[in-house]
């Protein structure tokens, strides 16, 4: 069974940023295969990663509605096209999820595409998905358990509290989720005294989310993001790069 690690938090607080950066940890680390799930609808994964998307799980889902080859049955069909979909790199695979079902979906789709999700799920160690700030395609994909989840923050006492409330909406959710932790992300560097505080003050009120870490603002990050190289090539000396190994280290490790 794969370890599922997953990230939630609002829009633009650094999910697909810190996807990228674990991606880099886990290879590093020789945590691999892996199985990188982009389950953003705006996906955005594979430019961190410096990679072209071919089709995605949504056009695969939409493909299963029309004719498919006569030697074939769905579920054949429906795993020759995943493996299509597949981005191959070393180390790990890529997965682009694109758009959910619209109205009129073929519902028996998800059903196949949840099967073939499973046979999939066996050849990695770990699975790792950047979601958007809902947490439905994990239910869609048929993951029943998150081992680690990472709910990403702005470093202010609002943010803080709405990735709480975020981390709630997976409760309802049939989905066991073994450790979760809050990533206070972009803080000003140095960080000051004051905001320091805040956001310990912050954390303390949030006991069922507790502090995996707080990460910089790095101009590095956003250098690398403008040259569209990949984030796997960042130096690992780079403060971001260390921060972040540091927590993945502490997370993963205890
Ligand atoms: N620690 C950071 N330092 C500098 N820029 C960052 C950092 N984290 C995120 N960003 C930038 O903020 C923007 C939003 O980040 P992104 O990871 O796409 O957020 P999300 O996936 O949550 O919507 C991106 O342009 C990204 O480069
Ligand atoms: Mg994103």
């Known amino acids: 069974m794969p370890k599922v690690i997953a990230m939630a938090g609002k829009g633009g607080t650094g999910k697909t940023t810190l996807s990228a950066l674990l991606l880099k940890y886990l290879i590093t680390r020789g945590k691999t295969p892996i199985l990188a799930v982009d389950a953003d609808s705006n996906a955005n994964l594979n430019e961190l990663l410096d990679k072209k998307v071919g089709i995605t799980i949504g056009e695969v889902r939409k493909d299963l509605k029309g004719d ?30 694109g758009q959910p079902d619209g109205p009129g979906c073929y519902c028996a789709a998800n059903q196949y595409l949840a099967m073939t999700m499973d046979h999939l799920a066996d050849n990695y160690e770990y699975i790792l998905v950047d979601n958007e700030a809902g947490m439905e395609h994990l239910s869609r994909m048929n993951l029943r358990s998150i081992d680690h989840l990472f709910v990403v923050s702005d470093p202010s006492a609002r943010g803080i509290l709405t990735a709480r409330r975020i981390a709630e909406l997976s409760k309802p959710l049939a989905i066991e989720i073994k450790q979760q ?11 000051s005294d004051e905001l320091a505080a805040k956001i310990k003050e912050a954390v303390a009120e949030t006991p069922d989310l507790p502090l995996g870490g707080i990460l910089p603002s790095s101009n590095e990050l956003i250098h690398q993001e403008i040259t569209g190289q ?25």
Do not use: C, W
Not at 71 to 85: C, G, I, T
Not at 238 to 254: H, Q, R, T, W, Y
């Open 68 to 97: 498919i080859p006569p030697n074939m049955s769905r579920d054949q069909y429906m795993e020759m096209k995943v493996h299509q979909a597949l981005i191959e790199d070393s180390g790990y695979d890529l997965l682009v999820m």
């Open 181 to 191: 932790v809050l990533v206070v992300n972009r803080t000003p560097e140095p960080l």
């Open 230 to 254: 990949s984030y796997l090539e960042l130096a690992e000396d780079v403060p971001v790069v260390e921060k972040a190994f540091a927590m993945f280290d502490k997370v993963f490790e205890g």
